[in-house]
């Protein structure tokens, strides 16, 4: 059955760097499009990124567009998430899934940007 456990979040200052691993397992992960999710409190999943089977296509929400950076590693089944140049509007529980979700969410994980 289908797994995602989502790993790599934590406080970082403004400005700085955190790179978030999606660890896939029970499905053919090299098949789907995936993409990282963010939700506030109180508010709706909202799609971050996403990324091509392959890997050769990427998108990216405008807010973070030029500062995140998505990517896979098929041989491993992970996804993950580079984030650079953090804001405190990033702070958020991060979750990974299919582009659209393909089943039941992961734990997430939290990121706060704070100084």
């Known amino acids: 059955q289908e797994q995602l456990v989502e790993s790599g979040g934590g406080l970082v200052q403004p400005g700085g760097s955190l790179r978030l691993s999606c660890a896939a397992s029970?499905?053919?992960?090299?098949?789907?499009?995936m993409g990282w999710y963010r939700q506030f409190p109180g508010h709706e999943r909202e799609l971050v990124a996403s990324i091509s089977n392959g890997g050769t296509i990427t998108w990216y929400a405008n807010s973070v567009k030029g500062r995140f950076t998505i990517s896979r590693d098929n041989a491993k089944n992970t996804l993950y998430l580079r984030m650079n140049s953090v804001k405190p509007e990033d702070t958020a529980v991060y979750y990974c899934?299919?582009?659209?979700?393909?089943?039941?969410w992961g734990q997430g994980t939290q990121v706060t940007v704070s100084s």
């Open positions: 029970g499905f053919a992960f090299e098949a789907y499009y």
């Open positions: 899934n299919g582009r659209p979700p393909l089943g039941p």
